[in-house]
């Protein structure tokens, strides 16, 4: 009995690395702070009644962006861990086993629970604002697409201490993926929980569609929509078409495993490279997914602080509705030494290049907004402004790449390791902290330290250029990805310590946004305007935070840029306020239930991760009545009362 | 902060990471920019064609950035014009979607050109080897069907002969790659690809697995050393003599996970590399796919010509 015990603790948890006991410890520790914290100061009710249950968008939206953040952290210690391990031959710091779990999860982690999550706080927090909305279509699915993520990324989280971590790389190619060469439950975590989160983000997708398509206020066409929320539209069209893909390629693999299916096998007929083909199918066209988001972000931020129109409008629009459809001719370029021919290889090897020209078009387009306008650099157009040279070099060695017969150079290399890291910390990552600091002020009511924030940005800026550049050079050396260890006397040694150098750097530029962070909870300067960039779109309109109900009368929408026409408009001389008409207001009740659902996704895909198949049946039944309890539920909105509305507008000097 | 401060920043960034990456560059090999046989120099030429016609719309990116944010900064006192109506400019916009295209077609003519052309022998006078490449766990087979010899983890070849790699793995997928020959190609399990490559001149050349297929995978590099076709012929006579015979007992051996020095076989069993492919699923491939049977790959060298397998 002692014994069976004992065999079942060492295959449940993870064990022999201090680093392991490390985290086991923290995580108990945080754990154990965060219920007393609660407990002490009584924020259990305020905590479920505030957030839990919440499905206001911007709670939402602030919530994922915590979440992404968290991760950010988890899926940087990873980076920083590898870096450490590389930086000099034969190291012994992290063996074989151990690196390839980490190189696995800081990809998982940083494009499905970083960048994604990130991704769908912008669309929350500021679409609706932007629009002129008072929610998303679908308040409570909203609620639900958060969950399924967050409970997906705890679901990979907890593999770190429990069961062990996926070590097949973020791609998990079969047959390495399969049974027959990875035996552990981590690949299981893998498979469930981008599953999970993966169903959210398919309904983000459908949501914020049709948020956009049904929900604008009155006047605005589609023509007139600032240029970040048509991003998203672009985005969702390619979620909408991209996820399912994906989720079924995961089921797939996973039937292989549970229940023992042959379709990427090597025997009976399997073929892995089906899985590559779908894996890309939904792969490439993500890069698109969270590249459009940031290109938005550029968009409004240029505009802004170049006190200009944005140049080239319909361009912009065009190009990135180019993006959404060329994005499905680039998947093959993954595996064009994957032996498609020279006519497959030549297709994809030009479509994959052609991509290039709407990117390159909305490059010039933001340089000539800035052309004769009266730019401010703020911390939001610092990143903007740094993100376009980062962007450009990232794009011309896709370009590069997109070449098949040098890809066969390239292709698995660190001049690969070095693009892709471009593209998505320059052009992503940029775009993210430029959103994050742009529109703090109306997430939170306060404005960053611009301080803090520029050692950030030159920490980060300095130490990516230090971490990747080296990188290109080490591919062109011969040097492969995803290696845990390398000789002496091939000359990679110094290029990669100088790597390691600035992948520390971008940690420190972190810890001082950490502290930026901190700093403005405490001393912040308080956004009483609403308006603290001089802004041009709607979401500059209300106050900071905007009252859960966003707008207490719906603006009539005149053309782009409506906030700013509007101010133009008030500038004129006899310009008279109009008398606000206030109505009650529908807005949608909170519900626990898509908290609840998610919490029994997540004990049904911790069973099936070990292969409990009691406990996957119970988390699904859980699941079910869920559902089912909300298909019987009727009592889901409510009305704002008139005087409620101007208690609140009062005291937001709004009257 | 002051712009002036701004710029002499970034300038001493852009030096300092440019003097690190370039100082410590000099004691490392470029092998990838040092090609030596014809189809890595066709690649290469690619790679500088595609950086060429990349600056061209780079530099012009950077000069711009610099300019406007310099010029157009809000500052009291600046006399640059300010248009903050200005919104429109066919002609620019028909610039800057029109060359990026005009590139993307002198880079597409080259690119099909050349992808075509590497599927053929680099060379059309010299009869061409075949070697033919298994990837297992963490190690590379190599066996010549014209020569009936075997080796593990690294590959002989005669210099200035096209040599004719067919590829499949009997463990996760991985891929070929020696960067001073030119290029990679996956080896896929229940597959067989094929990748041309060739060597001017005798040397040793560093390949390795480019994909990666679990804990042993960092060591599954290997050499491919090239010699004067006669100093190839002494190798496998060599071999022959010398070398112990890979067994199935043997091979069976070598398919367990686990990192090997180089090794030497004699002969090899009959068949092997079409058994590998047909049991991992090249029974179920159509027959231009895998389906190997042994009379497939005969010894001859024109091998491959009516398989049309991959490529």
Redesign the interface.
Known sequence: MLESIKTFASHFFVTGDPMIYGADASIVLVTVAILFVLTYFKKWRWLWDEWLTTVDHKKIGIMYALAAILMLFRGGVDALLMRTQLAFPNMHFLQAEHYNQIFTTHGTIMILFMAMPLMFAFFNIVVPLQIGARDVAYPYLNAVSFWLFFFGAMLLNLSFVIGGSPDAGWVSYPPLSELAFDKGPGENFYLLSISISGIGSLATGINFMVTILKMRAPGMKLMDMPLFTWSILATCIIIIFAFPVLTIALALLFIDRLAGAHFFTMLHGGNPMMFINLFWMWGHPEVYIVVLPAFGIYSEVVSTFAKKRIFGYKSMVASMMLISIISYFTWTHHFFTMGSGADVNTFFAISTMAIGVPTGVKVFNWLFTMYRGRIRLTLPMLWTIAFVPCFAIGGATGVMLAVAPADYQYHNSYFLIAHFHQVLIGGVVFGYFAGLYYWWPKMFGHVLNEKLGRWSFWFWNIGFYVCFMPQYALGFMGMTRRLYTYPHGLGWSSLNLVSTIGAFMMGIGFLFQGAQILHGIKFGKRDTTGDPWDGRTLEWSLPSPAPHYNFATIPQIKGRDAWWTMKEEMKQPGYKKEPVHIEPIHMPKSSGRPFIMSVFFFIAGFGLTFDWIWMGVIGAIGVGITLLARSFEYDTDYYVPVDEIERTEAALGRL | ?KLRT?LS?MKW??TV??A??ML??C???????DPKGPV?K??LD??IL??V???I??IP??I??WI??AK???KPG?K??????????KT??II??GI??VI?GI??V???K???A??KPPVQNVAPITIQVTSLDWKWLFQYPGQKIATVNYVEIPAGVPVNFVLTSD???N?F?V?QL?????T????A??LWLQADKPGSY?G???????????HMRFHVIAKPQSDFNAWVNHVKQTAPALTKAGYQNLTQPSVTDQMSFSSYPDGLFEATVNK??GI?MPMQQGNMKKEDTPADNNAMKNMK???
């Not at chain 2, 004691?27 to 920019?33: A, C, I, S």
């Not at chain 2, 640059?80 to 400019?89: I, R």
């Not at chain 2, 390795?208 to 960092?218: D, L, Q, S, Y």
């Open positions: 902060m701004l920043r960034f852009f990471a440019l690190t990456v410590t560059g004691n490392g090999q470029f092998v990838v920019l890595g066709q690649e690619l790679i595609s950086t016609l990349t600056l719309v780079i990116v950077l711009m950035l406007f944010v157009y900064r809000d600046n640059a014009p300010y248009k903050p109506e200005w919104e429109d400019n620019l916009e800057w979607w990026p295209i993307i880079l597409g080259y690119t099909a050349t992808t075509f590497l599927t463990a996760p997928v891929s790659w960067p030119g290029g990679q190609e996956y896929m399990p229940g597959m690809l094929t560093l390795m697995g480019a994909n990666f297929t679990g804990e042993g995978f960092a991992n699923g179920y397998m991959g490529q």
